[in-house]
């Protein structure tokens, strides 16, 4: 299952980890993401919803 916020479309960011020699490798910052229970119209739906857009409101939660 892919790491995307299914209202804002985030995903996860790669770059690289750099130790203290310059050693370079390959790393990922991941979202924070929600299963999340979201009124769309009149009915709930369940949905992976990262953290940002559940404190921006951009998601209203069913109850």
Do not use: E, Y
């Not at 310059?22 to 992976?48: A, E, Q, S």
Request: glycine content about 8%; some cysteine; overall charge positive.
């Amino acid at each position: 299952m892919a790491q995307r916020c299914d209202i804002c479309g985030k995903k996860p960011l790669t770059g690289n980890r750099i130790s203290h020699a310059h050693n370079v490798t390959k790393r990922r910052w991941n979202i924070n993401l929600r299963r999340v229970r979201v009124r769309i119209g009149g009915t709930h739906k369940r949905l992976r919803v990262c953290t940002a857009c559940i404190r921006s409101g951009r998601v209203q939660k069913a109850a």
